[in-house]
Antibody
Framework: EVQLVESGGGLVQPGGSLRLSCVAS????????MHWVRQAPGKGLVWVSH????????SYADSVKGRFTISRDNAKNTLYLQMNSLRAEDTAVYYC??????????WGQGTLVTVSS | QSALTQPPSASGSPGQSVTISCTGT?????????VSWYQQHPGKAPKLMIY???KRPSGVPDRFSGSKSGNTASLTVSGLQAEDEADYYC??????????FGGGTKLTVL
């Protein structure tokens, strides 16, 4: 069974930084593409970032490009999202998800990031 | 990276069928057979219901089906049940390793 457990969320001031982690189990993490998806309070799902299995190929939504960095440590079965220059509009629950056939098959429970002074 | 277009709401009575549309462009929905659908109950993580336009992951009831015509994909829920009441989101691959979600549709079982 796919298990994804996010952590690292919390309250941060505008302009601050935060690093999210997602520990994976129940599948072969090292060969799986991975995503981050976010959902602002009361709003819909928004795709944020993607990383291929070897970590060399990454992509980002325009809204976070240049501020967020996705990475992974296949030895630790862990996905990361480094978030810098945070803005109020980045406030959301952040989910990590495992990819299969260009769809998001497994999902974590999410971690809440609140950007506020 | 514009969001796909979904109706904000849909409804049906138990036992009926309801179809939710998802309209994109030739750069996403129309260009790839990589459309997926997700169900999300309040306070819960999304759940994959359909991938590659019409395939169901194991465990998803065959009451859920997907299709695509041109730039519009559709999710049909047949034999509506109370537990189907949830938010539904479509998603499509959109080239250059990017993905895009629809705005979501709130399905109400009357």
């Amino acid at each position: 069974e796919v298990q994804l457990v996010e952590s690292g969320g919390g309250l941060v001031q505008p302009g601050g930084s935060l690093r999210l982690s997602c520990v994976a189990s129940g599948f072969t993490f090292s060969t799986s593409w991975m995503h981050w998806v976010r959902q602002a309070p009361g709003k819909g799902l928004v795709w944020v970032s993607h990383i291929k299995s070897d970590g060399r190929d990454t992509s980002y939504a325009d809204s976070v490009k240049g501020r967020f960095t996705i990475s992974r440590d296949n030895a630790k079965n862990t996905l990361y999202l480094q978030m810098n220059s945070l803005r109020a509009e980045d406030t959301a629950v952040y989910y990590c998800s495992s990819d299969g056939a260009y769809a998001l098959h497994g999902w974590g429970q999410g971690t809440l990031v609140t950007v506020s002074s | 990276q514009s969001a796909l277009t979904q109706p904000p709401s849909a409804s049906g009575s138990p036992g009926q069928s309801v179809t939710i549309s998802c309209t994109g462009t030739s750069s996403d929905v129309g260009g790839y057979n990589s459309v997926s659908w997700y169900q999300q109950h309040p306070g819960k993580a999304p759940k994959l219901m359909i991938y590659e336009v019409s395939k169901r992951p194991s465990g998803v009831p065959d009451r859920f089906s997907g299709s695509k015509s041109g730039n519009t994909a559709s999710l049909t829920v047949s034999g509506l049940q109370a537990e189907d009441e949830a938010d539904y989101y479509c998603n499509s691959y959109a080239a250059s390793n990017s993905w895009v979600f629809g705005g979501g549709t709130k399905l109400t079982v009357l």
